[in-house]
């Protein structure tokens, strides 16, 4: 079993930082690709960021120059720095990852949710 679990949410005013991070942990034996993503209310969820294992990335355009996805392999950890924050930037944030928990079935890999954790940004 993998658990993804993320913290860091606050409300914050508008050009404030804050940064989230996840944890995974479980029966992990690697983690492929990593993101975030948000879903506001009313809203579909929407990819913000991605970080590959080779750590290639990948930044929505509204918080490019904003935001900045990095990870932490050894501790099996992802991160999100927060700057400039906008209004538009409240949403629930979601943890994401590609996880094998398999060694010899290293092709098996299975996609993990956390279960989000709320920003608010006011004006």
């Known amino acids: 079993q993998v658990q993804l679990l993320e913290s860091g949410g606050d409300f914050v005013q508008a050009g404030g930082s804050l940064r989230l991070s996840c944890a995974a942990s479980?029966?992990?034996?690697?983690?492929?690709?990593m993101a975030w993503y948000r879903q506001a209310p009313g809203l579909q969820r929407e990819l913000v960021a991605s970080?590959?294992?080779?750590?290639?990335?990948y930044y929505a355009d509204s918080v490019k120059g904003r935001f900045t996805i990095y990870r932490d392999n050894a501790k099996n950890m992802l991160y999100l720095q927060m700057d400039s924050l906008r209004p538009e930037d409240t949403a629930v944030y979601y943890c994401?990852?590609?996880?094998?928990?398999?060694?010899?079935?290293?092709?098996?890999?299975?996609?993990?949710w956390g279960r989000g954790t709320q920003v608010t940004v006011s004006s």
């Open positions: 479980g029966s992990i034996f690697s983690i492929n690709d």
């Open positions: 970080i590959s294992s080779g750590d290639s990335l």
């Open positions: 994401n990852a590609d996880i094998v928990t398999d060694g010899s079935k290293w092709w098996e890999v299975n996609g993990y």
